[in-house]
């Protein structure tokens, strides 16, 4: 199983500046490199410090010319929010950018904060017709002089430019229900997919659905599938703790942002008070240790090694967390000095 990071620029108050915040995301994506992880993914969205990404190829390209070798994915870009010849070009110019180093994950979006501020009345159905239309769209567009006559989309011969150093950079589908796997899989992509805080039964869940679909079309090489998981690595019981009760933390916002359930300001969600947190009971500290992969090196390994078990091609580090750089920068570390190592064979 190969280990990949998914960051960004969180940010929750004005005490440390975007550009501060940054330089950190940079120096992790460089930590990562050196300790062998095979791909860092940036993922987009709109109008919210909470997440800061509003075009992951600009990240992808910065990055791209502040490291050497680690592969630089989308993780994702939001399909309806994008033409399909700009996406295409937009790839291609990060790949040549990054010397064919880029992976691309799509998806249909979830944020309705999102939805009702670039596409107004879209819900996750008509986002998902959306993804399902971009996906054959850009594989074409790759292979050059392609025309498209679609339900959201329409447009001439069009071979977008730059061409991509890849002559298909690899294409990933976040996916959760069935029919998105099978989507996936008869399309020829990889699958992106995350249990977000819902525990080791929707990892196992994820990718039996993934098995079926892939049972389902026998005549197609098997794709990769990757989890994405909040990770966190503590030196003792007493850091592990801290890094639960952040995570619970962060779920807290997330699940604020997602439903639009809390007032944002200056691009600030309102800032949750104790009573708040506390009105979470599947964010505790004790439930994000038995939902999240949060623990002392050896435990995680544990933890791995089913995934891996389970067939998981790629395992992702999710390392926004609503904690200090500092602490992101160890917990990184240690899983790269004393988690890794476990699955180097």
């Not at 010397?99 to 107004?120: K, M, Q, T, V, W």
């Not at 003792?236 to 639009?260: H, M, Q």
């Not at 389970?310 to 602490?327: K, N, T, V």
Request: charge should be negative; hydrophobic fraction near 40%.
């Amino acid at each position: 199983m190969k280990f990949s990071l998914l960051l960004h620029i969180e940010r929750y108050n004005k005490e440390k500046s975007q550009r501060a915040l940054f330089d950190e995301m940079t120096e992790l994506v460089q930590i990562a490199e050196a300790g062998g992880f095979e791909t860092a993914w940036v993922g987009e969205h709109h109008g919210m410090e909470f997440t800061i990404a509003p075009n992951p190829f600009v990240n992808l390209a910065y990055l791209a010319a502040k490291t050497t070798k680690i592969r630089l994915g989308t993780g994702t870009v939001i399909a309806p929010f994008w033409h399909p010849i700009k996406l295409a070009g937009e790839a291609g110019m990060t790949d040549l950018a990054s010397n064919g180093r880029l992976d691309i994950g799509i998806a249909r979006g979830a944020y309705s904060f999102e939805y009702e501020r670039l596409h107004p009345g879209l819900d996750a159905f008509g986002a998902g017709a959306r993804l399902r239309e971009m996906v054959p769209a850009l594989q074409k567009l790759f292979e050059g002089d392609y025309a498209h006559q679609g339900e959201f989309w329409s447009f001439p011969t069009t071979t977008p430019q730059p061409r991509p150093v890849q002559k298909q950079p690899p294409l990933w589908v976040a996916a959760r229900d069935p029919n998105s796997h099978e989507f996936a899989v008869a399309n020829k992509c990889n699958l992106q997919v995350t249990s977000l805080a819902a525990g080791d039964t929707e990892v196992t869940s994820l990718m039996e659905r993934f098995n079926n679909a892939c049972a389902a079309h026998p005549e197609i090489p098997r794709p990769k599938i990757m989890m994405l998981m909040h990770t966190f690595v503590g030196e003792d019981e007493a850091e592990v703790l801290e890094g639960a009760k952040d995570l619970g933390s962060f779920y807290c916002y997330f699940s604020k942002l997602f439903k639009n359930a809390r007032p944002v300001e200056q691009g600030f969600i309102e800032t949750l008070t104790a009573e708040d947190i506390a009105s979470f009971p599947n964010y505790t500290p004790e439930m994000m240790r038995k939902n999240l992969v949060i623990g002392q090196p050896q435990q995680v390994v544990e933890r791995l090694k089913v995934y891996e078990g389970l067939g998981y091609d790629q395992y992702s580090f999710w390392i926004d967390s609503h904690m200090s750089f500092e602490r992101k920068k160890k917990s990184l570390e240690l899983f790269i000095n004393q988690v890794m190592p476990a699955f180097s064979a």
